[in-house]
């Protein structure tokens, strides 16, 4: 899993089952996570991107977000995770995200 940029955010929040997503770790397990906001940079970058957090953390807890930029063909219910490769998409993350959760206060 990647977590070249972490944010630390109090975890407490309303889920849907449509939130939850499973990755596999770097020993093969399996590891459920809850999608925390999602964000479209199409027209900046070509990619959308989700930050995710692990969804076993207890409500009311600090968690570490993970950020990965994500493609998702029209006709499959899955999609593809992928590195954020530059600093301008790590700005623009971390801009949308800020104001994400100011909103949120």
């Known amino acids: 899993m990647t977590d070249n940029h ?3 955010h109090d975890h407490d929040h309303v889920h849907d ?3 939850l997503i499973t990755l596999i770790d770097d020993e093969g397990n399996e590891v459920l996570f809850r999608i925390h906001l999602t964000i479209d940079g199409k027209e900046q970058f070509g990619k959308e991107y989700v930050l ?3 969804a076993s953390t207890p409500e009311g ?4 977000l993970l950020a990965y ?3 998702q063909a029209d006709n499959e219910a899955e999609g ?5 490769e530059t ?3 790590w700005d623009m993350i971390e801009e949308v995200f800020n104001a994400f959760e100011a909103e949120e206060d």
């Open 17 to 19: 089952a449509d939130d």
């Open 87 to 89: 600093e301008a998409e």
């Open 6 to 8: 972490e944010h630390n």
């Open 80 to 84: 593809r995770l992928m590195e954020v």
């Open 61 to 64: 807890e600090e968690v570490e």
């Open 52 to 54: 995710l957090y692990d």
């Open 69 to 71: 930029a994500y493609e």
